[in-house]
C-alpha cells in the first residue's frame, strides 16, 4: 500500500509555531482554543495579519518546528509495512527545502530521501491513502484521504478524520 | 493532458557540465561522442571517478547549469495548452533544491511553483506523459514514456525517443 503523508499540521507542528512566534513578538496571550476553525492570521488584528503570513518566509521558520505526537513512532511502524511517502507541497517557499530535507533527516531518518516529496499541488499523486490537512490536497486525492486534524480544520467534516497518531495506528497498523 | 518533465539532461545541461569540470580540473580534452552509451564517470580513469560522482553535491552545480536547446520556447507553447510539470528527482541532493528552484525561476518562470516537484522516485507521479533520459523513471511510468536522448542512454532502445525539443515539439504540439 502507497501511503503519503503531509508535513505541516501533521508531522511538523506549524500552527503552535506560528503561535509562539505571534505571542513573543506582539506580547500576546493567544491560546489555542480561541482559533478553532480559523487559520492562525485569522485570530489576530488585521494589522498584523500580514506579518503571521510572512512567518512562512522566515530563515528557520520550518528547520525548528516540534514534532506531532506519536507521529515519529507510528510512521517508523507503518514504514515497515507499506511504502511510505512524505509529501509536502513546499514550492511556495524556496527557503523551506533544504530545511524540509534536513529536518526529516533529523527526526524521520527512516523515510529515505527516495520517498520524499515536495511539491507545488499534490493532484498528480498516484497511490492508496494520504494523510494531510488541508481539504485541497485531499479533494482531489482519488484513494483515502484522512484529514489529521489541526486548529484550523475542525469544522471540516467532508473527510475521514484522525485527531492523533494513535488513531492513524488505529486505522491503518 | 498531463505532462512531466524531467530536469537534468532534459532541460538542464548536466553531462556537459561534467565534462567542462572534468577537463578543466584534470586538464583534459574529453569530447561528448567518446561518452556515448556511458555515463560520465565511466569515461574517465578509475582513480577519478568519485570526483565526478562528487560533482553533483557541489554548491552551484545546479545553479550554473546550461539550457538544453529549444526546451525554453518549446515547454512554454506546450505549458499553454497542458497541464506541464518539471519533475526532478533531486532528494538525494538537499543542497539542489534551491538552487534547482532559483534556476527555473530564471529560466523557466512560466512554470509557476504549483507545477514543479522535486522527488526522490517518480514511481507514484499519475500523468499522460513521461519525458525523462532514465530507464529507471519511465520503465514504471504509466503512461507514454519518452525518452530524452543524453550521452548516457544511446544505447537504450525500450522506449520511444526524442533527440531535441524540436521532436517534442513535433510529438506533443
Known sequence: MTIFVDMDEVIADAYHAHIDIYNQEYNAEIKVD?????EFWQCV?????????????????????KIIPDSQEVLEALSKKHD??????AMEFPQSLREKSDWLDEFFPFIPWQNRILCGNKHVLK??????DRSKNLGPFEGRSIMFTSP?????????RADTWRDIADKLL
Open 34 to 38: 480561541e482559533c478553532y476553525g480559523k
Open 152 to 160: 484550523h480544520n475542525t469544522q471540516v467534516t467532508l473527510f475521514e
Open 84 to 89: 511510505v511517502y512524505i509529501a509536502s507541497a
Open 45 to 65: 488584528p488585521e494589522a498584523h495579519q500580514q506579518s503571521i503570513k510572512d512567518h512562512t518566509r522566515r530563515d528557520g521558520f520550518f528547520q525548528n518546528l
Open 127 to 132: 497511490g492508496d491513502v494520504l494523510i494531510d
